[in-house]
Nanobody, 124 residues
Framework: QVQLLESGGGLVQAGGSLRLACAAS????????MGWFRQAPGKEREFVAA????????YYADSVKGRFTIDRDNAKNMVLLQMNSLKPEDTAVYYC?????????????????WGQGTQVTVSS
C-alpha cells in the first residue's frame, strides 16, 4: 500500500502563487506516475497534471498549462505543484494521486492511490 499526504493549500488573491506538496510513504517503489487532480464545488474531479517518477516527463491540462508546474523529489518521495497566476476558477480541493504504470493517464479510475486533499481558495 501507498499513503499520500498533501500540504500547502490555503487562501490567495487572484494573480498570486501557491505551492502544493505531496509526500508518499509505504510501497513507493510500486509508483511510476504521480498526478494532481482537483474538484471544485458542484463539479466533477478533473485532471490537472502528472509526472513520471523516472525521467520526469510531465503532462498538463490545457486549463493550467503555462501557469502550473509539476515536479518531483525522488529522494524525498515527494511531488510538488507550483501554481502561479492563480485565478478564482482554480478554487478547488486538490488531490494527489499515484499510479502503478508509467504511461500517462487522466482518468480518476487510472490512479491507484489517493490523498485526502487540500483546499485551495483564490479570491478575486
Amino acid at each position: 500500500q501507498v499513503q499520500l499526504l498533501e500540504s500547502g493549500g490555503g487562501l490567495v488573491q487572484a494573480g498570486g502563487s501557491l505551492r502544493l506538496a505531496c509526500a508518499a510513504s509505504g510501497r513507493t517503489s510500486s509508483i511510476f506516475t504521480m498526478g494532481w487532480f482537483r474538484q471544485a464545488p458542484g463539479k466533477e474531479r478533473e485532471f490537472v497534471a502528472a509526472i513520471r517518477i523516472s525521467g520526469g516527463s510531465t503532462y498538463y491540462a490545457d486549463s493550467v498549462k503555462g501557469r502550473f508546474t509539476i515536479d518531483r523529489d525522488n529522494a524525498k518521495n515527494m511531488v510538488l505543484l507550483q501554481m502561479n497566476s492563480l485565478k478564482p476558477e482554480d478554487t478547488a480541493v486538490y488531490y494527489c494521486a499515484a499510479r502503478r504504470y508509467s504511461n500517462f493517464a487522466m482518468r480518476i479510475s487510472d490512479y491507484d492511490y489517493w490523498g485526502q486533499g487540500t483546499q485551495v481558495t483564490v479570491s478575486s
